[in-house]
């Protein structure tokens, strides 16, 4: 995956870089975000600047809860004057079919902002099912 950010970068918080590793809250900060439909529900992946991760099972949306087993490695950050882009490689879970992807920027004034390829209520809801858009090809067969 390839999230890219364009436009005043030096507006925007990055975490400073931190061991590659699982951790909780990374959407507190500035955060790219996937969300992959499996045959059980669907996996949340939260991949920090930083370089932390984590990923988290759902039955349903926001029911349900749990560390997924399905692990992400954030590759790093590349930078220009006028955009920054973080690259990432997920473990897609069994069944994945649809995803949606979204992003959490922290703003130096203190601001946050809610992006997402598709916002279907009122409010930012990355877990909510319209939200899902892209669809996956299917498996090659083995």
């Known amino acids: 995956m390839r999230f890219v950010v364009e436009g005043e970068i030096g507006g925007?918080?990055?975490?400073?870089?931190?061991?590659?590793?699982?951790?909780?809250?990374?959407?507190r900060h500035t955060c790219f975000e996937a969300f992959v439909t499996a045959d059980?529900?669907?996996?949340?992946?939260?991949?920090?600047?930083?370089?932390?991760?984590?990923?988290?099972?759902?039955?349903?949306?926001?029911?349900?809860?749990?560390?997924?087993?399905?692990?992400?490695?954030?590759?790093?950050?590349?930078?220009?004057?006028?955009?920054?882009?973080?690259?990432?490689?997920?473990?897609?879970?069994?069944?994945?079919?649809?995803?949606?992807?979204s992003a959490v920027i922290e703003t130096t004034e203190g601001e946050m902002s809610?992006?997402?390829?598709a916002h279907p209520s009122d409010k930012p809801d990355f877990h909510h099912p319209d939200s899902f858009i892209l669809t996956l090809p299917p498996p090659e067969p083995a």
């Open 12 to 27: 925007i918080v990055w975490p400073g870089k931190a061991e590659q590793e699982r951790a909780d809250d990374l959407w």
């Open 40 to 101: 059980d529900g669907y996996v949340e992946y939260n991949l920090s600047p930083s370089s932390q991760w984590a990923s988290y099972r759902f039955d349903g949306p926001r029911v349900g809860m749990r560390r997924a087993e399905e692990v992400a490695t954030v590759l790093g950050l590349d930078a220009a004057f006028d955009q920054v882009a973080l690259e990432a490689r997920i473990e897609l879970p069994h069944g994945a079919r649809r995803v949606a992807l």
């Open 114 to 117: 809610y992006w997402a390829l």
